[in-house]
């Protein structure tokens, strides 16, 4: 199936077109994959407990908002 550029925010939270746009932009899930495991770790050490739920938080909604900001922004 493949990933359609007039994609709608509930179509971005698909578990399918989320794979496959991670596929397409092999760089950007790479950057991702950093962005998710170091958040918490940056949130630790610069506000404490706090700081690393936010960074789960904040890493968990980058991941799956990504396909649809990316795609949005004209990427």
Do not use: C
Not at 45 to 68: E, H, I, K, N, Q
Request: no cysteine; glycine share 10%; net charge positive.
């Amino acid at each position: 199936m493949p990933l359609r550029s007039g994609l709608s925010f509930t179509d971005s939270l698909n578990s399918d077109q989320r794979r496959q746009f991670y596929e397409r932009h092999r760089s950007i899930a790479i950057l991702m994959i950093l962005i998710v495991f170091l958040s918490p770790f940056a949130g630790l050490s610069v506000t404490g407990l706090f700081g690393a739920v936010l960074g789960v938080l904040f890493s968990v909604a980058g991941y799956y908002l990504m396909p649809y900001a990316w795609l949005k922004l004209g990427g």
